[in-house]
């Protein structure tokens, strides 16, 4: 079985503050992917990043950083200097090659917001 | 690139009614998957073709909901005959070689 867990529900942070926000999941493929999306007010849903299963570096992008630990199966999304467009609902999820075929598992999302 | 379109952005309609949800994916994309969100229940996968064909409708909550999609630009999601717990916004995604891109999404309201 696969699944996705985001644990914090929301998170409030001021302007400025780093941020990080959980994501642990489960599944017994060898080969899978895990995203991270963003859902703004607005409603659309935007991809940010996608990694493998083989590529355990960690990503940093602006002032997004993600950081992949198999040994705990958790891929983590710190957004540093927090700004109030940041604000929105965060998901993440797996998809497992082998037995997942091409379904995508979502968490319950992270709902998060920056005050200025 | 006009990214994934979804039409309509909003439907209201009332109960017993039938609901069509369109989609256009983006041009070479091979995949589509149409997705469910709401408060309970979070982000679902309803249903995902390869090159035109169903592959998986597991995730198609009763007999009510239908999709096709008869060719690789076009796609409808189908309630017949809607009820107010069909409310929800439903997306769709075509998929590239890196990741999903999604449409912006129809709320369905059904009163």
């Known amino acids: 079985a696969q699944k996705v867990t985001q644990a914090q529900t929301e998170i409030s942070v001021v302007e400025k503050e780093d941020v990080t926000l959980d994501c642990v999941y489960e599944t017994r493929d060898t080969t899978y992917y895990l995203f991270w999306y963003k859902q703004p007010p607005s409603g659309e849903l935007v991809f940010l990043i996608r990694r493998n299963s083989f590529d355990e570096q960690n990503e940093i992008s602006g002032r997004y950083s993600w950081n992949f630990q198999k040994s705990t199966s958790s891929f983590n999304f710190t957004i540093t200097a927090s700004q109030v467009v940041d604000s929105a609902v965060y998901f993440c999820?797996?998809?497992?090659?082998?037995?997942?075929?091409?379904?995508?598992?979502f968490g319950a999302g992270t709902r998060l917001f920056v005050k200025a | 690139d006009a990214g994934v379109i979804q039409s309509p952005r909003h439907e209201v309609t009332e109960m017993g009614q039938e609901v069509t949800l369109r989609c256009k994916p983006i041009?070479?994309?091979?995949?589509l998957f149409w997705y469910r969100q709401t408060m309970m229940r979070g982000l679902e996968l309803l249903i995902y073709f390869n090159n035109n064909v169903p592959i998986d409708d597991s995730g198609m909550p009763e007999d009510r909901f239908s999709a096709k999609m008869p060719n690789a630009s076009f796609s409808t999601l189908k309630i017949q005959p809607s009820e107010p717990r069909d409310s929800a916004v439903y997306f769709c995604?075509?998929?590239?070689?890196?990741?999903?891109?999604f449409g912006s999404g129809t709320r369905l309201t059904v009163v």
């Open positions: 999820a797996l998809r497992g090659v082998n037995t997942g075929g091409f379904k995508t598992i």
């Open positions: 041009s070479g994309h091979d995949y």
């Open positions: 995604a075509s998929r590239n070689n890196y990741g999903y891109t």
